[in-house]
């Protein structure tokens, strides 16, 4: 009887004194059946021996390279991809505010009377697109001639308004990202963004790093995710503890009267983590039910 | 004769003793020579003591903000915009940077060794958009199959694109910018904008705060604009005083040897402030000559 020992160079067959006899590569050609596959002991170790051998050593580790990068290669989840665009986002919010508040500062030496009394800066820049500044300045009951901003040539409002329609342009993706959110997690957790909503959902991603350590966390350190630096603050100097973290911005939370929030937070959070649980493993779809749950329990501490 | 009191709220007439007889609202109406201009100091106590009145006082009030009004609204020159635009390109630079760097670390869980080639972002961001994985790996020599970065769907590597447009939209629109800055110091400072550059001289306007306050500047102040940080760390704690601020991107001084930036960005400081001296007071256009004395000094130094 010969023995078989698989390995990363080959399939190898030996005698039961430790000679090489052949090398398969392909596993379908072996016939399992005329094979020993229980290695004794003292013939791995013969074994071993025999593949120490310069050749063997060369073939094993240009193998194992390939093998690394096909790993690396099937590494990347999906949830990689909703990390990353949730990460553009909060990078777009930013970029918008920042050249917005800079759009503005440009646009109010032309009409400050109006920039005072839109302090949203997203319908702010629609606005400044689709209208001039005499419109403007009737909306608010100012006469033109009043208005302490400068006249403006063509060419001026023009490139000021090339800048709001790029602004414009973020804003809508933003909005693409978010649609790309929301059909990433509906492949792969479609309970958790029943529950938490795309945003909140792919937050609470993010802070975990991956959707499988999201699973193994306890709902109290999901209520937690996003509020790190006070927590470490809590327990470095005995700050308050911090009660929410990402969950904040969940109408669950939000909505709660101010002493209840802590409360709501804790409940929402054992909810998701059940949700997150399910998800990871492939389980039903369940949101419906934590949902009714979430709001009985609403009820119950009011 | 009667006298006459110009006044906020009108042209007065008096007659000797101070009693008020007219008042016209047009300066056309008044036919100068009908009246002495000349107030003495004791009609003049007299006619104050009259514009006390509180009608006056109220009208003198209305008028005076009125005309505030109007000088606010004159206050904006062209510089005012020019820097605006330059504020925005600087913004822009920084935005994106930053979001080019997150299509980076998005793009590459998909193909990592191309990006590794090319450090140049704004050629990054074009490149991906014109050419597939398959095209960019045999660029570099690399097989397809050994490649470490993932399969990506068709719906990722949409968005992904999507994004890298954007930025593509954002570097075009820096161009733009940048054409509008062109034309506008065309209009105030020819001198500057042919010796300094637009991207230069909008940024010596800026640092100075108007074209006005810069031409006020000796060279040796303009030499150091955008160097006020290690300036004040030089007064403050015997830091090395800098050499030169804005002026190091200039190609005059940054093509120079390193040791004689220093003396590059002083000579070059000098004709930039004949030139912006010029410029505000609408002289010729010289900036050629100075060109010429730039390109001779250079030679003598070297």
């Not at 949101?287 to 009011?302: G, R």
Request: hydrophobic share 35%; net charge positive.
């Amino acid at each position: 009887m010969e023995y078989l020992f698989e390995h990363i160079t080959g399939f190898h067959v030996f005698d039961e004194k430790g000679n090489h006899k052949k090398t398969y590569n392909n596993k379908e050609e072996i016939n399992y059946d005329n094979y020993n596959t229980n290695i004794t002991e003292e013939l791995y170790q013969k074994i071993l021996l025999f593949l120490k051998k310069e050749s063997y050593l060369k073939e094993m580790y240009i193998k194992n390279i390939y093998l690394t990068r096909k790993d690396i290669k099937k590494s990347v989840y999906e949830d990689n991809l909703i990390i990353q665009s949730i990460r553009i986002i909060d990078d777009l919010n930013k970029v918008i505010n920042h050249i917005a508040k800079r759009l503005r500062e440009w646009y109010e030496l032309h009409n400050p009377e109006f920039s005072k009394t839109c302090p949203d800066n997203e319908r702010f820049v629609k606005i400044i697109i689709d209208n001039n500044k005499k419109e403007l300045l009737e909306k608010i009951n100012i006469d033109y001639e009043v208005s302490m901003g400068c006249e403006l040539k063509e060419e001026d409002i023009t490139i000021i308004k090339i800048l709001a329609k790029e602004i414009e342009r973020l804003i809508e993706l933003k909005d693409i990202q978010k649609e790309y959110i929301e059909k990433k997690m509906n492949n792969i957790c479609p309970n958790l963004l029943s529950i938490a909503g795309p945003l909140i959902g792919a937050k609470l991603i993010e802070h975990a790093g991956s959707l499988k350590h999201l699973s193994e966390l306890p709902g109290s350190t999901i209520q937690l995710l996003g509020a790190e630096k006070a927590l470490f603050r809590h327990i470095k100097s005995g700050a308050k503890c911090p009660k929410y973290g990402v969950l904040l911005n969940h109408p669950y939370v939000r909505d709660s009267p101010e002493k209840r929030k802590g409360k709501s937070a804790r409940i929402l959070a054992d909810k998701i983590s059940i949700a997150v649980k399910v998800d990871y493993f492939k389980g039903e779809f369940i949101a419906d039910y934590l949902k009714e749950q979430l709001e009985k329990k609403k009820k119950d501490i009011k």
